[in-house]
């Protein structure tokens, strides 16, 4: 039977599943309705479907590192508690490995990639999983990292994966060095690797707002310039990695510890868990109930 758009539509509505899901359900049932709504029971679609406007802003971030390339990587659900799942940690696993050998240019592309070449995408492998977790499960974001084979990675996961950081250090293969590098910006969260990156418009922003505290001050205005400058070293320290001060010895700054391995920081990334995302308004014990209750 010729499955027709008015059924992949009569379909959508009544499960919620994705027009290709439903598609794909009438033609495995030769278009009979109540079988392709329980086709897509059966596949834990219909079920993932009704968690789709859920809030899943905890979770975890991964680091899965192959040869030269490294892939970091978050992926978000809806309770804390999920993340001791061993069916979300083999998750979180799988799609590390995937994505460090696919190497996919973000989160969408690669939901769309064959998971293991058997015809299964990702995106649907992760919906066969949030059918039997029983929660709201997504690959919020990703980044691939390349290097040389004099450099090294740096993988940080802390608080059980709460923040991940993956650091890159050109001239030196110690990975120790990286880590300990990666390991300062979890914990102070610098915005940028070195003075160059930071725009040229925060850094006169900034001069500007510096000029007129001084001025407010009542500082003679021939001195102001060099008192500014003077505080521009404090803002460069609160945002760019080579200034701070280094977390394992706050007697030397980041820049001196990375040349004194004889190594240059090439770069970080830095997620930390449902950053920038809308939480639930939730407390604990609630959360508590919701799982016994599943």
């Known amino acids: 039977m010729a499955v027709t758009a008015k059924m992949v539509k009569e379909l959508r509505e009544t499960t919620g599943a994705g027009m290709m899901d439903c598609k794909k359900a009438l033609t495995e049932t030769d278009g009979n309705m109540e079988k392709a709504v329980e086709w897509l029971r059966e596949k834990g679609i219909s079920k993932a479907a009704k968690k789709a406007d859920r809030i899943a802003a905890e979770g975890t971030t991964h680091i899965e590192v192959d040869g030269n390339t490294a892939a970091i990587i978050e992926v978000n659900a809806e309770t804390d508690f999920v993340t001791k799942n061993d069916l979300f940690k083999e998750l979180v696993s799988e799609l590390g490995k995937h994505i460090v050998k696919q190497k996919p240019e973000s989160a969408d592309a690669a939901i769309e990639q064959n998971l293991h070449g058997d015809g299964q995408r990702v995106g649907d492998y992760i919906t066969s999983m949030i059918a039997k977790i029983g929660e709201k ?15 090294a990675f740096g993988a940080y996961l802390h608080m059980g994966g709460r923040i991940g ?101 090439k770069g970080f990334v830095r997620y930390e868990v449902g950053e920038g995302m809308e939480k639930r308004e939730e407390n604990f014990a609630d959360e508590v109930m919701n799982q016994v209750n599943k």
């Open 165 to 265: 950081v993956l650091s890159l250090l050109e001239g030196t293969t110690d990975e120790s060095v990286a880590k300990d590098v990666a390991m300062h910006v979890a914990a102070v969260n610098p915005r940028y690797v070195n003075r160059d990156e930071v725009p040229e418009e925060e850094v006169n922003q900034e001069r500007e707002a510096l000029k007129k505290e001084a001025l407010n001050e009542g500082k003679p205005e021939h001195i102001v310039e060099k008192m500014v400058e003077g505080r521009l070293g404090k803002f460069f320290e609160g945002i760019v990695l080579t200034e701070q001060d280094f977390v394992k010895d706050p007697d030397q700054k980041v820049k001196q510890y990375v040349k004194d391995n004889g190594a240059t920081v």
């Open 137 to 151: 499960i997504s690959l919020r974001r990703l980044a691939i990292v390349e290097k040389g084979d004099n450099d």
